[in-house]
């Protein structure tokens, strides 16, 4: 499984940019005020969505302790012995991982899910368990627990190529800077703010269907720290496996007619099966019309 689904040959990457990008910041916690200031926040999110595709969160109800106890059980668990490890599949087997060691698993419904995860370290199972459960609301939930190492001297700064989500939206939890994201504005790489207690949000490919193309999948990838190794912890969501996904009836008229075809989740991995080889697939394009 991968949820790479845009990737971004590397030769045609923009520049960077060393200023931090100053992103739309939502405060979840005003959802419960009055109804002008929850249409307010309502529409900030659908601006941000529009405009950038992605945007942070704050207030939004899951406590520090919980997402602190999700980053250690991951670190705990990528510090495991080799052979401990050789169960599930952490290599850097796709397209877009350059230096990330990676476990991917399914989440939701947790209790069907949770005994296939890893049991050790003893913690992982419940802490991630707890943060999974956190971060859900509704449809299909596919964690993405990934391990960058510290940026050493002399190597490749980029832990993951550049790429965008095949789901409806990647809620990211991350320990450290190393994010970044292409500006749609200046078409530059912008490094993601690290704000504390934040959770990084952004638009995948299926909202971009969905919306009939009013909202757009956002490009990123991450570069390695040169301070610290890197954990971070995406929780991408949208339908069941095989719950098609098409551009919103409300959305098509005659002058703007659906530029996309349905797919499902299932669709899409078997896409990146018979696109194992082409390191240039890409999901979304299959489905233009």
């Not at 060393?18 to 419960?32: E, F, T």
């Not at 052979?83 to 599930?88: A, N, Q, V």
């Not at 965008?164 to 749609?184: A, K, N």
Request: aromatic share 8%; charged share 25%; proline share 6%.
């Amino acid at each position: 499984m991968s949820e790479s689904s845009r990737t971004v040959p590397q030769e045609l990457l923009p520049p960077d940019d060393l200023h931090p990008l100053p992103l739309p910041v939502i405060n979840l916690g005003h959802l419960s005020l009055d109804s002008a200031i929850r249409s307010g926040v309502v529409n900030d999110i659908a601006k941000a969505c529009r405009d950038r595709g992605y945007f942070q969160v704050i207030n939004h109800g899951i406590s520090q302790s919980v997402m602190d106890a999700a980053v250690e059980a991951a670190s705990d668990f990528f510090k495991l012995p080799s052979e401990t490890k050789e169960e599930y599949d952490t290599s850097s087997k796709d397209s877009i991982s350059m230096s990330r060691a990676f476990l991917k698993h399914y989440a939701h419904p947790l209790g069907d899910w949770i005994q296939y995860w890893p049991h050790q370290p003893p913690i992982y199972r419940e802490y991630m368990g707890k943060y999974a459960a956190e971060v859900r609301r509704e449809g299909s939930q596919l964690l993405s627990v990934n391990c960058y190492p510290k940026a050493s001297q002399g190597d490749a700064t980029i832990g993951l190529a550049p790429h965008s989500d095949y789901g409806f939206l990647t809620i990211l939890l991350t320990s450290c800077r190393g994010l970044e994201v292409v500006d749609r504005s200046t078409n530059i790489w912008k490094t993601v703010q690290q704000l504390p207690h934040a959770l990084h949000v952004h638009i995948g490919d299926h909202m971009e269907v969905l919306s009939n193309g009013r909202m757009k999948t956002v490009v990123h990838r991450a570069l390695l720290n040169p301070e610290e190794g890197r954990i971070s912890i995406a929780s991408i969501h949208g339908f069941a496996l095989d719950d098609k996904v098409t551009c919103a009836k409300e959305l098509v008229d005659e002058e703007n007619p659906p530029k996309y075809k349905e797919s499902s989740f299932s669709d899409f991995l078997d896409h990146l099966t018979a696109n194992m080889d082409n390191k240039k697939r890409n999901f979304l394009e299959s489905l233009r019309i």
